[in-house]
């Protein structure tokens, strides 16, 4: 069966530096989560999309932001970079807004050096 | 007090033991999902619950509504189980949509 994707899995790059992240949901899952997960944290909620719409904010900075193309894959963008901002991003996919099911892609894990 | 709450923190058993991690919860809707972590490695789920019990290999996971807590088990615990094993609880923010609140984590070491 077909999983959440993710690209690119690692990712290194500079201060300041820009980062795009993608997020390929399960075929016909059309609601996607943004997670945060610093080195030693527990994941935090960042984004999430709903039918290309955002659906719900977290603690995602003002550097970063995030769309839901008609496909309904979803890219995470972060601006001026920041050491801080090292960390394994990853998304989930839900097959509708209102399901407590959610599907994990395998992260990207973004180093800033 | 974390709206997820884990225990223990930090589990070392030897290969062949019964594993117990508990998650007790004060927030979320009626379903919990226990994921996977391997050192520097993604999330993978394990299961998610509403209600009674299941099972998939050598893993249990059961779940009290009413009580808010769930318990994951591994029976015939081997080294390849070493991992954090953390519990997360979907909440609605009002919107549309299901957010997960994660606990803080288990870092289970299974010794040889």
């Known amino acids: 069966a077909a999983g959440v994707i993710q690209s690119p899995r690692h990712l290194i790059k500079e201060k300041r530096e820009t980062a795009t992240l993608k997020c390929y949901p399960i075929?016909?899952?059309?609601?996607v989560y943004w997670y945060q997960q610093g080195p030693g944290q527990d994941p935090q909620f960042l984004i999430s999309f709903y039918e290309k719409m955002q659906s719900d904010k977290g603690s995602i900075p003002d550097r970063f932001s995030a769309q839901q193309f008609s496909d309904y894959h979803s890219e995470l963008n972060m601006s001026s970079l920041e050491l801080g901002d090292s960390a394994l991003y990853f998304c989930a996919s839900s097959p509708r807004p209102q399901s407590n099911e959610q599907f994990f892609g395998p992260g990207t894990r973004l180093t800033v050096l | 007090k974390n709206e997820v709450e884990q225990s223990p923190q930090n589990l070392t058993a030897q290969e062949g033991e019964f594993i117990t991690i508990n998650c007790s919860y004060s927030?979320?809707?009626?379903?919990l999902h226990w994921l996977q972590q391997h050192p520097g490695g993604g999330i993978v789920s394990l299961f998610m619950?509403?209600?009674g019990k299941k099972k998939h290999g050598r893993l249990i996971a059961t779940i009290n509504i009413q009580e808010k807590h769930s318990s994951l088990h591994i029976t015939a615990s081997h080294p390849r189980d070493s991992a954090v094993y953390i519990c997360?609880?979907?909440?609605?923010?009002?919107?549309?949509?299901?957010?997960?609140?994660f606990g803080k984590g288990t870092l289970l070491t299974v010794n040889p």
């Open positions: 075929p016909r899952h059309d609601t």
């Open positions: 619950l509403s209600s």
């Open positions: 997360a609880v979907p909440r609605s923010s009002g919107g549309s949509n299901y957010k997960l609140t």
């Open positions: 927030v979320g809707i009626s379903a």
